[in-house]
């Protein structure tokens, strides 16, 4: 059995794109518009070894998103490979994973699902789910009703609740209002310090990284800068921004 939790090897991501014209304009130009090809990430190669925590910094754009995406299956790569060898995994960030016609009691169930839960495993965890949430008899109406910060509570204790063996997580460290935000990160801290979780965390908060990460993958327009211990990459990316 492998050391690693997750493995990526030679990772390309890459987004077509069409430039905008009229009906009228491509009828005139007689030919299709040519795709213009964006290089989101770029031939990067990483392991996180199980029960590691990893961050993940860099500039907005430059394809922390985009991998952990990937990573949680979501987004195909153009090319290299990604390696989970048989961990479940699930994704925190806002605006992932919600049918907003559904409510919210059964896209608890349909999140749990896509994670890999049975359906009696997540009705053994729902209530505490909803509890944990506070969304009250808000969790029988349809989430499109939700405001932002209703949406992030369920997103965060579906996530919380329903424990995977690889979390990554996209810039929610703490959700909802200041007591919500109290308690979501203490919660937090307590699933990503699990000795038998692996974790990769996005964020630009340079405290937050040094706090929880064992190591850190820096990466620029898509490219690998640096991997390894926290502080040395840290210090190197701090010096870059300046």
Known sequence: ????????????????????????????????????????????????????????????????????????????????SIDLHGNSVSLLAIGVGFQTELTGRENIMLSGMLLGFTEEQIKAKSQEIIEFSELGKFIDQPVRTYSSGMHSK??????????????????????????????????????????NRTVVIVSHETKTIRELCHKVLWINDGEMMRYGDTEEVLTAYEEFMK
């Not at 990483?46 to 985009?66: P, Q």
């Not at 979390?167 to 699990?194: C, H, N, P």
């Open 1 to 80: 059995m492998s050391e690693y939790a997750i493995e990526v090897k030679d990772l390309c991501i890459h987004y077509k794109g069409l430039k905008s014209y009229s009906i009228k304009q491509n009828l005139l130009r007689g030919k299709k518009n040519k795709a213009e090809v964006f290089e989101a990430v770029k031939n990067v190669s990483f392991n996180v070894k199980k029960g590691e925590i990893l961050g993940l910094i860099g500039k907005n754009g430059s394809g922390k998103s985009t991998m952990l995406r990937a990573i949680a299956g979501i987004f195909t790569p153009n090319s290299g």
């Open 154 to 195: 369920l997103a965060f204790s579906i996530t919380a609740i329903l424990n995977t063996d690889i979390m990554l997580i996209d810039e929610v460290l703490s959700v909802g209002d200041a007591r919500f935000k109290k308690k979501s990160y203490k919660k937090m801290k307590e699933l990503i310090t699990d000795e």
